[in-house]
């Protein structure tokens, strides 16, 4: 009878000690299967995020203007980087005009997709060289001068973009600048050019602008890779 009991107990021990070990496999294949799935949700939240824009503005300063902007990993995806690039004529009156507008600065999205409300800062430039024909001189004299402007600014915005492949997007905001109202340059007289005049002329007119800055204000849409 002992050596029954005995062989009975060791019988219980060894399958108590098996199921223990098909357990611990059991919850070691859930832990792994767990941290897979994490990881491949990280992996499609990553994919999710399309990181580069590409598209066009339209609205002031910049009338019409290209530009793209890239969405960094760091920070969780909130900063974003960005240029934009115009380049119009002007003819108006006795002026013609070629105007040139740049801007760089960077984009912080407060979703963590690189989409929706932001805030931007940056810097712009606005240059315009200036061809001015007929102008008047002293004693009756007419005559001709070139010069180039430029305006810059820091800009303050703030903005909405959409997600998806196709997006829009509105910015509202002010640019920040001692910017000059009248400007001089050297006109030629057309019948003499021996003789030379120092002219002054207002600056070109540009919706929104003061001495102090100018209006902000635009909406455009694009393609997100």
Not at 23 to 49: C, F, G, P
Not at 126 to 153: P, Q, R
């Amino acid at each position: 009878m002992k050596l029954k009991n005995l062989l009975f107990i060791k019988l219980i021990v060894s399958a108590g000690l098996l199921q223990s070990q098909e357990i611990e496999k059991t919850v070691a294949s859930n832990d792994s299967l767990s941290e897979a799935m994490t990881q491949q949700d990280s992996i499609q939240s990553e994919y999710k995020i399309k990181r580069l824009s590409i598209g066009l503005k339209v609205g002031i300063p910049n009338m019409a203007s290209v530009g793209a902007q890239y969405t960094l990993p760091i920070l969780n995806n909130h900063l974003a980087p960005y240029f934009e690039y115009s380049a119009y004529a002007y003819d108006k009156d006795k002026m013609e005009g070629d105007f040139k507008f740049s801007e760089f600065g960077a984009s912080y999205y407060f979703n963590e997709k690189g989409k929706g409300l932001y805030f931007g800062i940056g810097v712009s430039s606005l240059k315009v060289k200036a061809a001015y024909n007929n102008v008047s001189l002293d004693f009756g004299k007419t005559g001709s001068g070139s010069t180039e402007i430029a305006l810059n600014t820091t800009n303050l915005k703030l903005g909405f973009k959409t997600g998806g492949r196709i997006y829009f997007r509105v910015e509202v905001g002010y640019g920040m600048g001692d910017l000059p109202q009248t400007f001089n340059f050297t006109a030629i007289d057309n019948s003499n050019p021996l003789y030379r005049e120092t002219v002054t002329e207002d600056i070109p007119e540009i919706p929104g602008i003061s001495e102090s800055g100018i209006i902000i204000g635009n909406i455009g849409f694009g393609v997100s890779f």
